[in-house]
């Protein structure tokens, strides 16, 4: 199937086939005629299988339609016919029709630079990303053309809807893509504000790489009788990228094992994702001194170096990209074709997101993993997520001291926490052990020998008769002493002591040698003068 067949504005057909696309991907054979028609979509597809596509062609093909309508006049337009007519000035906000949300600068930029290419062939249509880190002043002016396309962050969004510089009253379409990633940056709260905004006739399209939980609880929210399309999970085997674990020592024998990954032939370009800002520095200098074409990127740096340093990579200056996971999800450029993990992630979810920078649009790629033998159960762990298992490889001339823990007999990823399947785990329900020697697994058992079976007492008293020797019950008195008589003979002290009540220490004199409020009396008890006072030499 063509991208014709599909329907689309034949201006958009001819910017897609610029950009080298001849066919539809699955996610975008399904997205785009439910698109067309109106439909609002909940899709969810891996990294890299054209989502940006699956949106932003059926949303522009809508935009088109009305292009043909005189278009009005930009706030920037009439603020210089309201100065030529000598009138005084005033700020319009901007109307956009479509608004797609990320949750990453760098993908926002992505999805940019996407729409101006499929926009190439189509005029009165602007485009404009909102997103931190870039100067209010620049912002003002992008917002003053009143583009039909906005592309923003939630957190910058917020600040210009506060401030009445942006008017969603004619928004007809509604873009979350990465929708899970914005919830786990802490969105949520935002977008729901974002969304209260919008009018209830909006489209509204949710793209995220799983639909369950959270994501869906807010997808049934803010969705009039959505279309669900599911291409892919992240569950699912990414069959283009071959995924491999390196195990290492210590420190320097990951150094010198990256830098002797970094040296392979087929490597064009290669991301290495680190767990610290620091480290993407630290890492970036190394390589560069070692002769490699290394930057680093990560959440620190200003808006400017970001984008200066992503140009590099695209324009292939940078060889080597050093980032944190705020990279992983904004990253598309084809030639990568190795990814390492030289901390793994934090979470199952992001080591996806990481390997989905190689192997784009149906290319093969390399994703390997440096793990310390610590780190097993980190392994293991995406292992189940992905539902396949990682093989352990082994450089000639880099092997580790220590051998890696072979892999299970019968394992498979999923079954299971650590056990083999079938193993009983503990902490499950059983029901109570009744029946003693009479249950079927003891029933041919014999007593042990010497000992015949227990008898049942109903009691252990019950059968005991009173004392011997005439002895009575013991009687109960209420009080033990209460029949008892003065005691006979003299007082134990005589008639010496007098029975009144000793001094209190508040009324006792003071030693020799000490005050009363404590201390040595006229030193600190710290000095040695006052401990000679005392003591003596």
Known sequence: MSFEALGLHAAIV???????YTNP???QEQAIPAAIAGRDLLVSSQTGSGKTAAFMLPALHQLASS??????????????????RGERVRFKPAQPKMLVLTPTRELALQVTTATEQYTAHMRRIRTVSILGGMPYPKQMQLLAKNPEVLVATPGRLIDHMESGKIDFSQLEILVLDEADRMLDMGFIEDIEKIVAATPDSRQTMLFSATLDGVVGNMARRITKDPMVIQIASATQRHE??????????DLSHKNRLLDHLLRDDTLDQAVVFTATKRDADMIADRLNIAGFAAAALHGDMHQGARNRTLDSLRKGRVKVLVATDVAARGIDVPNITHVVNYDLPKFPEDYVHRIGRTGRAGRNGIAISLVNHAEGMNVRRIERFTRQPIP????????????PAPARAGWKPGDGRHGKPGQRSFGKPSGP???????PQYADRAPREGQGERPQYESRFADRGPREAGQAERPQHPNRFADRGPREGAPRHGEQRDAQRRPA???????????????YKGAHPRSMEGARRTFGD
Do not use: C, L, M, W
Not at 433 to 439: I, K, L, Q, S, V
């Open 433 to 439: 052990r009744t029946g003693g020697y009479e249950r």
């Open 240 to 249: 283009n990228i071959v995924q491999k674990v390196h195990f290492v020592d």
């Open 505 to 519: 220490f508040a009324d006792r004199a003071p030693r020799d040698g000490q005050r009363r409020e404590g201390g």
């Open 67 to 84: 292009e043909a309508a005189p278009a009005a006049k930009t706030p920037a337009q009439e603020a210089q016919s309201a100065r030529a």
């Open 25 to 27: 991907t699955p996610v």
């Open 392 to 403: 352990v490889d082994v450089v000639e001339g880099f092997e580790p001291k220590r051998a």
């Open 14 to 20: 001819k910017a897609v086939a610029d950009t080298g």
